[in-house]
């Protein structure tokens, strides 16, 4: 029995939630999470209620990392409220080895009351990057690494782009963005392997706000390697004040080596935010 089996048959049955970590298919999650909702059991063949629902579940919710922290609490408080049509709500939160400190909170906190009230469903890449705590509470699912030519074949057989293994580091979880900003991701990769810090940071600084999430998102390596350069404080002369606060915040926690998940994304998002609203303040 694979992974995936395992899977299938603990979700119409399980009383915990479960973490997917690994190299997971993105596209079994709509199944998952149709079993763990329906009031028999989840039965591939069945035809109750809930399962009948192909499209648009009123007890399913779908969110990731990018979600903001009001949608994240507007879903885990419909935990509160009885289900429509099957046996519980579940939240469905991808990538959770990328969402911020408090968003993980958040999650915690409802998994560790009364499972029965919602059941969720989180997805991760990097197991690592994800609490203890969080992992201690939820039936924990992994999936074994792709090789190149093994991640190369089936992205053949999803009609993505060839050569995204070093994009993705083999997560299929990440073969659809990298799909659509296979051009744009190379580009960006380029700039990086040149090793030009100015020029790094020009680029991310005229990137538009989902180019940088979208980017960011796929490699995480070259956010690490931005807080490092400005935690050099480059560009220091020039900063705002909100910029030079953000210097010395993610600074610190660089030469402590308590750099911890989302800082990066935080500060990196925000500096380029705040470079924008200096420049259009500039032109008016």
Not at 202 to 215: A, C, I, L, S, V
């Amino acid at each position: 029995m694979t992974t995936t089996d395992r899977l299938r048959e603990y979700a119409g049955k399980g009383r915990l939630s479960v973490l997917l970590t690994g190299n997971f298919d993105p596209a079994d999650l709509p199944d998952i999470a149709r079993r763990v909702t329906c009031v028999a059991g989840g039965d591939p063949s069945c035809t109750c209620p809930s399962c009948r629902i192909k499209a648009g579940h009123p007890d399913i919710d779908w969110l990731d990392a990018s979600a903001k922290i009001d949608a994240v609490r507007e879903a885990l408080g419909k935990g509160d409220i009885r289900p429509s049509v099957g046996r519980v709500r579940c939240l469905v939160f991808e990538d959770i080895d990328r969402a911020s400190a408090e968003i993980e909170n958040l999650l915690l906190k409802r998994l560790e009351e009364d499972q029965d009230r919602q059941y969720m469903i989180l997805t991760a890449a990097n197991p690592a990057d994800v609490l203890a705590t969080i992992k201690s509470r939820c039936a924990v699912f992994s999936f074994p690494a792709y090789s190149c030519q093994a991640f190369d074949a089936w992205c053949r057989q999803k009609g993505y782009s060839e050569g995204l293994y070093d994009l993705t580091g083999g997560f299929r979880s990440r073969a659809e963005l990298a799909h659509k900003n296979a051009d744009y991701l190379r580009q960006a990769q380029a700039v990086i392997q040149r090793g030009n810090e100015r020029e790094l940071l020009e680029f991310f600084g005229e990137m538009k706000e989902n180019d940088r999430n979208e980017f960011i998102a796929v490699h995480k390596d070259v956010a690490e390697l931005v807080v490092r350069l400005f935690a050099e404080e480059l560009w220091r002369t020039s900063a705002t004040e909100e910029q030079v606060l953000l210097v010395d915040d993610i600074g610190d926690l660089a030469r402590t080596g308590r750099v911890v998940k989302n800082d990066w994304l935080r500060f990196l998002v925000d500096w380029c935010l705040l470079k924008e609203e200096k420049e259009k303040g500039g032109a008016a």
